[in-house]
């Protein structure tokens, strides 16, 4: 009864963590992202949306040091971030991946103690060779893991394999060891891919739960309506530029929006196939109707089946 989860979004007097500010990324001749400018607030969590190939996974790269930017600037917390991945977690800022890189062969606590291992003087073989140097440090981080396991729902596995988990319960761990390294800022790219409507659900209320802790959150997915319950903010990139950004309401609103998606389908892009099979699906059944209109009524049975999900 007391909880505060439906508080408003952060006020615009909140800190800044993230600030990218004209982000351009090149490979040659394409221009995979373009002059793009996106700000993260303390206490929210913004969307990042845009059909396949639109530069969202590009923008992250550039964020956290895995690309250098042709051009622009990425702060965090008024800070230039360093263009080497491991410093910018180390300077608070987490990931997880579009696909997923576990130690498939390390156990699920060992991987969240590799995302530990940034925290702890202790170094990471040593930790994971359990040498003498230390014992009280490996305690605590071993402490800290289990508690993150079942923040995330999966300390009763922390002894399996990564491998062996299920596809869920991996993008689950992918995000537990995130969160390992303490940051204040967490960026997850497409959390939900592959998930039932159940673990997308979950996942939903695990973000929730991520943003109370104080971790502001950056989020890719495609699934419009899990971005839209979720995000205090949304911003949508088309062909590597920021189309718009605003309030859930604002963005899913908007025709520019809804036309990326869904009006001028283009190679690769999200649902694209699905439409061309429903219009196909209408011209048919318009053309066998016209023909049955000169019978007696037709019994129609030409709409069902064409609403999948999208994968
Ligand atoms: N390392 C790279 N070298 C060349 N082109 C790349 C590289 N990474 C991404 N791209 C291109 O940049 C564009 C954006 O890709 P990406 O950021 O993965 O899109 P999204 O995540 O929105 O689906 C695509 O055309 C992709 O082929
Ligand atoms: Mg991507």
Redesign the pocket.
Known sequence: MTTTTTDTPAATTAETVLDARGVTMR??G?T??KNVDLTVRSGEIVGLI????????????CLTGL?IPTEGEVRYKDKVLPPKSYKVTDAGVARTF?NIRLFNNMTVLENVLVGRHTRTKVGLWAALLRLPSFGREEAASREKAMELLEFIGLAHKAEHLARNLPYGEQRKLEIARALASDPGLILL?EPTAGMNPQETRATEELIFAIRDQGIAVLV?EHDMRFIFNLCDRVAC?VQ?EKLIEGTAAEVQGDERVIAAYLGEPFEGAPGAEEVAEVEAAEAHSEAAHDEAAADAEATDSTTSSTDGEDR
């Open positions: 490979f040659g394409l995979a992202v845009g059909p396949n190939g639109a530069g969202k996974t590009t923008f992250f790269n690309y579009q790219d890719i990139l590597g």
